[in-house]
């Protein structure tokens, strides 16, 4: 399935960068204007259709889903079309910041998900299931131009709370050829019809300061009334066709749309979402833009040298650092030194 999934992505990619060419090019930023533009909210925040409310302490901020969409497409460079309901992020740090991180925020409506096998789960069987899974998959990605993978290991168990109908985990990802190890964090909140999927990403040396930020973003998240798991109806809504163990296996991916079964892809690194996904994608928007905007300058320059008048200057680009002051272009290099992107696209 991740085969297919791959290809199609590299088709998606193709065809977005195919689009970028003929779509009118926007003003660009730079990394302190982005930034500004952002706008938060704090405090209780209702999730778009009403289906859940954050209340936000102090130390977190929510960003709508356009704000999230340029976050995950324009700083950290992940391909266009991503449907949230908007983003958790850190206050003590900004988005463009090695310090800075995030919590995307979905919805999969696919019924309501019974934990009857709460109890009973071998999660050391289903974590070498799932490391047998990553690795037969290496091969075919090695193929195709992508790192391979390994599934370290649990960066912590999978924990259930019965009471509040909340699971997480967290998993440690290494992928070939790089020293910085990804921490795939995983949130469920269990409801009436579906399931709240919260997942943040960052580096393993960021370990300590997420398990301890993603404590705080279990507490305050829940549902509304009348989407709570306790306000199931047998008689008139439906049961979904997996469990708690399908959830942290990746059952639940077999259902999603298009994107989300792209981000299902994406989980294992987040150096990987550079690498692979904007060399396919981003670097072909880029690539693009930027043989477009070159054709127009010197389309400009010709015009203003026959008017006898100068050129316009360039204007800054939010891939483009204009000194050693600036607080950070949201166009990393993509090496495998260089620290990920704090976004986690996982749709375990």
Excluded at 49 to 69: Q, S, V
Excluded at 166 to 182: N, P
Excluded at 186 to 208: H, P, S, Y
Aim: net charge negative.
């Amino acid at each position: 399935m991740i085969r297919r999934l791959l290809a199609l992505l590299f088709a998606f990619a193709l065809s977005c960068a195919a689009m970028a060419q003929e779509a009118p090019a926007s003003a660009p930023q730079n990394a302190e204007q982005f930034l500004a533009s952002l706008q938060y909210q704090d405090g209780q925040v209702t999730l778009p259709g009403g289906i859940a409310t954050l209340n936000l302490p102090a130390g977190f901020r929510y960003l709508n889903p356009a704000d999230t969409e340029r976050v995950l497409h324009d700083a950290w460079g992940n391909p266009p079309g991503n449907q949230t309901l908007g983003m958790i992020v850190p206050a003590n740090a900004t988005v463009l910041s090695d310090e800075g991180w995030g919590v995307i925020i979905t919805y999969d409506k696919d019924g309501h998900v019974k934990d009857d096998d709460a109890a009973t789960i071998d999660y050391a069987g289903l974590l070498k299931d799932m490391q047998a899974s990553v690795n037969e998959d290496n091969e075919q990605r090695r193929k195709e131009g992508y790192r391979a993978m390994t599934l370290v290991g649990w960066a912590e168990p999978p924990a259930y709370d019965k009471a509040a109908h909340k699971l997480y985990w967290a998993k440690e990802f290494s992928a070939e050829g790089a020293s910085v190890h990804t921490l795939n964090y995983n949130i469920r909140v269990l409801g009436r019809e579906g399931v709240l999927v919260l997942n943040a990403v960052a580096g393993m040396n960021q370990i300590d300061s997420i398990k301890r930020e993603m404590k705080q973003v279990t507490a305050f998240t829940d549902f509304t009334p009348g989407n709570r798991y306790a306000d199931f109806n047998a008689s008139t809504d439906k049961v979904a066709e997996y469990g708690l163990a399908a959830l942290i296996a990746g059952g639940v991916a077999a259902k999603l749309g298009f994107f989300g079964k792209l981000l299902a892809i994406l989980i294992a690194a987040k150096k990987l979402v550079i690498l692979a996904v904007a060399a396919i994608g981003g670097w072909l928007f880029k690539l693009f833009g930027r043989r477009k905007e070159q054709r127009a300058a010197a389309q400009e320059a010709a015009q203003a040298h026959a008017h006898g008048a100068q050129a316009p200057a360039s204007p800054v680009s939010l891939d483009k650092r204009e000194d050693e002051a600036s607080t950070g272009a949201l166009d990393q290099p993509a090496s495998p030194e260089a620290k990920p992107p704090t976004v986690s696209l996982d749709k375990d």
